[in-house]
């Protein structure tokens, strides 16, 4: 029977595991089923990038966390069954993202993830 404290949602290691590009933490924070939503200029609402499964997120997180970026999480509001937060990262040509990210969450672990991202449009090439 699984305890109250392993089935709660601890933010500090999604915060951590982003901000220092640790891409298996942040893999084992997501539910095996899990479902990715990615919405910016090159992917908008009707046609997001939407991934399913902890293998296709895992691929997408260790591509991102091998990138020399920065990032840092802020402005975030976590409760039992949800948590949101702005992302905010730097490439070392000077170029910027932001994220708007919205987790929904279920026995502890992130279920369904949807992001809201836009780029520098000057500095960037593509994003």
Same mark, same amino acid.
């Given at each position: ?7 709660? $949602? ?6 951590? @595991? !982003?901000? %220092?590009?640790?891409?298996?933490? !942040? &893999? ?6 899990? /479902?990715?939503? =990615? ?11 939407? !991934?399913?499964?902890?293998?296709? =997120? ?15 999480? +802020? ?8 948590? @949101? $937060? &702005? /992302? ?13 990210? #919205?987790?929904? !969450?279920?026995?502890?672990? =992130?279920?369904?993830?949807? #992001?809201? %991202?836009?780029?520098? /449009?000057?500095?960037? @090439? #593509? +994003?």
């Amino acid at each position: 029977m699984a305890t109250a404290a392993s089935d709660s $949602f601890d933010f500090g290691d999604l915060k951590r @595991a !982003l901000e %220092q590009s640790d891409a298996d933490t !942040l &893999v084992r924070l997501y539910a095996d089923d899990a /479902e990715m939503v =990615i919405v910016d200029r090159n992917r908008p609402p009707s046609s997001p990038m939407t !991934l399913k499964g902890r293998e296709a =997120i895992a691929a997408f997180w260790r591509d991102v966390c091998s990138r020399d970026m920065s990032h840092r999480v +802020g402005h975030e509001v976590v409760g039992a069954e949800r948590a @949101a $937060f &702005v /992302e905010e990262c730097a490439y070392p040509d000077g170029c910027h993202v932001m994220s708007a990210m #919205t987790l929904d !969450l279920r026995g502890g672990r =992130i279920a369904r993830h949807l #992001t809201v %991202q836009a780029w520098d /449009e000057v500095s960037c @090439a #593509t +994003g």
